[in-house]
């Protein structure tokens, strides 16, 4: 039951749809592109107007479009950005234009998840509008079979914050981790931010790829069966690139800043295999087409953060979290690394929720995710040199006389003695079975290291180790290894044990 929007271009002068008053385009040395639509054949002049800045440009209107790039300019406002077109003598004229950082944020219903939702929503919502340099905008929920130039809707125009935009209808009006993020920025930068959130509650990867990336994987036009789809949205089906078409190809000429995602849940149980292909390539595509669609503007490399996925079934080890969690790493288990550049990762399987009122795969603390990511966004996106934002990896496990020693990147805060560790006992050396799995302990923890018991087995047989190897292994923000300062979360793992 797909809704095939087609937009004519009906050559009516206008900016296009992701432009409005409020908004934030992005920043020096960036320079933002305008565009929108008027009479073949006319000119357009283009003129930004402010508090250091006078700049016209002048453009023609080639096949119903125009565009321009403006000159760079200094973060801050408010601007007025006026588009003129010769052949109608008529004028648009944009105010309260502001200069920042603008993120695209998407995803499925984590990302959908409204400040309305969160914990503390009340207490987040009053302080919404204490921050009137965080400015959002929301494309509305729309599917197209081909590739649109123009969003079909917009759920939310470009806006100063208010606990009435944020707090709206449920999972469809405006994202806490989005906000949250943009709000924690703003505060590390003290400039604006522009948050252009564009998501859909219970959606697989396919459907945010375009098909060029999905031919990358192996993937060709699939349908997805309905009943492969587990969620909130069940009714819902999804042709493959369907969402790329519409909420996402026509925000590709905009200049942007990066982008961040919390997506997989969809896909715990389609294409699971896959997603270690589907979600890089598609991070490789957007970044090639955004960057082509803004005229270079958009780097090649944008940073690109993400969730990595919560919780959903207790006890459960065969849901495919556990999968789908090494998966969005490309099977490195940290971001970011050789595969996935310039990416980062917010860890979120230690705040687990079975008592959120929208379901425990929908946890209600927002708040740790959105500030793990900020962590990621300051020290990859922004370059800060001394911010912290990965938990412990393991660089080396060695099978020692009576116990299995793990040798972390960093100190460690090791907070539990037990749980969740298991060594793989495998003759010949393969590990795919969850029999070959047996649970071991923490027998002894120092500054960088934790040792664990050697389970029975053959030493010869001991192959590998891992971590956290299961949907829900931890309760809230006590799984057993974080960084030393205690707030970072060692991710899941599985490294190979070696004889030494
Ligand atoms: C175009 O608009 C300007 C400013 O409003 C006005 O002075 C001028 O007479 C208009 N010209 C035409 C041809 O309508
Ligand atoms: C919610 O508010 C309480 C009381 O102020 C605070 O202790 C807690 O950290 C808050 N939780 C989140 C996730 O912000
Ligand atoms: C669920 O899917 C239907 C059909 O596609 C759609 O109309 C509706 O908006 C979706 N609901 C949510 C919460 O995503
Ligand atoms: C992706 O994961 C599957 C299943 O675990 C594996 O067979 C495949 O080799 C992996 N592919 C890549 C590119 O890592
Ligand atoms: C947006 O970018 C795409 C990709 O480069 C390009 O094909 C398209 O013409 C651009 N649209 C506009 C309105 O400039
Ligand atoms: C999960 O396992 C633990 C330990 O065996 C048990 O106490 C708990 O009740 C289980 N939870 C569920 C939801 O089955
Ligand atoms: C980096 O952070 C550490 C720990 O917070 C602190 O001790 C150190 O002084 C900081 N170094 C710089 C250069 O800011």
Redesign the pocket.
Known sequence: NIANVHIAISEVFRFSSYYGNHMVLQKAPAKAVVWGFGQTGATVVVSLSGPHKVSAHSTAVINGIWRTTLKPVEAGGPYKLTASQSTTNSSITLTDVLFGDTWLCSGQSNMAFTVGQVINATKELALASKFPDVRIFQAALEQSDEELIDLARVEVPWSQPTAELLGGKKFSHFSAVCWLFGRYLYKTLKYPIGLVHSSWGGTPVEAWSSPRALHKCGLVNSILPVDTIMLENASAKWDSSVLWNAMIHPLLNMTITGAIWYQGEANTNYN??????TFPVMIDDWRMAFHEGSDGQTPLDFPFGFVQLSTCRENDTQDGFR?IR??QT??YGYAPNE?MKNTFMAVAIDVPDDRSPWGSIHPEDKQDVAYRLVLGARAVAYGEKNVSFQGPFPTRAMLKQDFICIVFNQGINAIADDGFFEICCSEDKTCESDDKWLPVVIVKHGINYVHVSTPKCPAADITAVRYLWTDWPCKFKACPIYSSDGLLPAPPFILAITNQ
């Open positions: 699971r295999d896959k997603y270690n292909c999968e090494w998966h490309a099977d595969r």
